[in-house]
């Protein structure tokens, strides 16, 4: 069964930055990989996506201009480089992959989009 591996979270001060990374254990057929986050007390929310096949990028609101999505096509890793964090970014982390398909704009937020998820990873950031 394919696993999604999520690492390079961590404890950063304010202004810092992280780069969390997301592969898929086998090689499959990628439509969308998504990282969502959630917050103590909060629901999950999505923060940034991108489409496999033209690299076409989502981002929430909150982190547009100081996250970016990317890819390594030869290792079917996906990248969040979070630069410029703020307490408020603290949550848990999650990627997760959508199938063959790319998703649209009305709906990559949307949670039941994808097929597997990672097991999360802390992104803790101090004042």
């Known amino acids: 069964q394919v696993q999604v591996v999520e690492s390079g979270g961590g404890l950063v001060q304010a202004g810092g930055s992280l780069r969390l990374s997301c592969a898929a254990s086998d090689r499959i057929s990628i439509g969308t990989v998504a990282w969502f986050r959630q917050a103590p007390g909060k629901e999950r929310e999505a923060v940034a996506a991108l489409r496999w096949g033209d690299r076409y990028r989502y981002y929430t609101d909150a982190v547009k201009g100081r996250f970016t999505v990317s890819r390594d096509n030869a290792k079917q890793t996906v990248y969040l480089q979070m630069d410029s964090l703020k307490p408020e970014d603290t949550a848990v982390y999650y990627c997760?992959?959508?199938?063959?398909?790319?998703?649209?704009?009305?709906?990559?937020?949307?949670?039941?989009?994808?097929?597997?998820w990672g097991q999360g990873t802390q992104v803790t950031v101090s004042s």
């Open positions: 997760a992959i959508k199938f063959s398909a790319g998703v649209i704009k009305s709906s990559w937020h949307m949670e039941g989009q994808y097929n597997i």
